[in-house]
């Protein structure tokens, strides 16, 4: 038996014949769902099935299509405290040279989650290929330290960016950087080309479709290469000396990404000691993860940004034992339970300050993943489809 959905309108659709089934005849009597009920449910689908779902009728493509409908939607998925809409992207080194994605949500509740290949900006090229960042559902990829993508996996859409200015020259890439301009609506990829005597750091427009230099950026060494996104900013781990011993010597550095401007964040009194250090986000926060020679870890938080005393250490975690030597690298993230996950080489390890205990939830895929990244499903797609006044290279020129 069929059902059909109408939107509630003023016409009447034409009445339906019956279905003949031997001595009886079927009359499906069409029912009607108002506009807000259809929106609500769309809303609360999986990007997928929205996407099967624009070829309904011209109505739901404009509806679907609209950018309320898919920052609302966005909106959702990003507070979904069940991690519904979230996927862990992961990343392997040569010779696989692939991207995986896996639900993330299951890390939470299964010991075991698969994850399943992505189709991604050349694909089988078998070129060197790193994560910049993911913001809204976007992913940017670099190819070989030199081409950069805006890609959005659970739409299958990629942009190919022009050359920056730095990279033109053949200058050595050494950071890397993507995030959200809330306040000019408009996706910021940043990059950092380091000579030998100067470096050079230009950052690109969505909406302009151009590259711009920052100047007077300083030249020193920086202890990540992707930037970390919070409060409109990026920031990375910096020093300029070229051995670190304390934290003394090193600063987190930050572009502000509306107006290209940099600075420094004040960092808290860590104490005593040696550690690495490796920065993310907890709970929309900037937070710093000391690691005392992968015995224990701080996990710091900055409460209020651009306010010193707001650092608080959070959780000390005494790590597990580590014959391998693996470093654990967080991805700071927060369940509704209170759990914390970290990366633990090719696997996970999740950390509850409740009762100081740690469980591990491992990813089945063919290889030993190098890094791990969060994106959120979304209808984001903030690239124009106005050709640009220069033709960009074609894709087979990369392999």
Sequence with gaps: MEFH????????????KPINHGKDSIFITPFYLPFELINK???????????????????????????EFINTHLSLSVNNKDFKRHKLILRFDPPYCSLQDCSFSSLFSCSVTEAFDLDYPVKNCNKFLSIVGSVNGLICVAIEEKYLFIWNPSISKCNKLPDSRASMNGNSCYMYGFGYDEIHDDYRVVTGFRSWNSCKVDIYSVNKDSWRSIDDFP????????????????????????????????????INLPDGKWGKVEQPCYGKGVFDFTMGVLGGDLSVFCNYERIRADVWVLKEYGVKESWTKMFTINLPYDPVGYQCCPLFCLSNKGGILFQFGSTFMIYNPKDDSIRYSEITCYNAFYEAYIYIESLVWPISTKPR???????????
């Excluded at 006044?389 to 392999?399: A, G, V």
């Design 5 to 16: 959905v109408y939107e509630a309108s003023n016409q009447h659709p034409k009445r339906r």
């Design 41 to 67: 449910i769309l809303l609360n689908l999986p990007v997928k099935s929205l996407m099967k779902f624009k070829s309904v009728s011209k109505s739901w493509l404009f509806l679907i299509s609209s950018a």
């Design 219 to 254: 030249s020193g060494v920086l202890f990540m290469k992707s930037g970390v996104f919070v409060n409109g900013k990026l920031h990375w781990a910096y020093s300029d000396v070229q051995s670190v011993i304390s934290y003394d010597a090193w600063s987190v550095i930050s």
């Design 389 to 399: 006044m220069q033709q960009q290279p074609r894709l087979e020129k990369l392999r």
